[in-house]
């Protein structure tokens, strides 16, 4: 009974966490040659490929692991323990619309547990939403 109290509070923390995590850039370093020097053609950086890696990073790995297997930091401690994105069984159990809305909607919203959180500000990133459902599609390659 502790171990899921425990792992709720944990899923709770990280719902939270990633509710109020901010996407803001850290300002440009100044530069150091004169104004009028010419500049070369800015390298595209970024994106929504870019943002939705960063988001599975900091927000899905804590639970479901860098590889996906479900073996993150914060698996040991929920109950049930967060799925195997990997498995060719549980990838073709899934639509991209059922991950959309797990990810925006968090796990109550599908009839799992309040342990997965809900991502609503996604919900506003529709680009960085599909990129997030073909990063998870593309973890068992």
Known sequence: MRAKWIGLLIGLIV????????????????????????????????????????????????CHGTTGKGDGEAAAALD??????????????????????????GGVAVGKFPTMPAAPDLDAKPDVLTELVKYIRGLPK
């Open 80 to 105: 049930p323990k967060p799925k195997d994105l990997t498995t060719d069984e549980w990838q073709s159990s899934v639509t991209d619309d059922y991950l959309r809305k797990i990810i925006v909607r």
């Open 15 to 62: 719902g939270i966490w990633s509710c109020t995590s901010k996407d803001t850039a850290p300002p440009e370093p100044e530069a150091a040659e004169p104004a009028s020097a010419p500049t070369p053609a800015a390298q595209p950086t970024g994106g929504p490929v870019t943002e939705a890696a960063e988001i599975y990073k900091l927000r899905c790995a804590v």
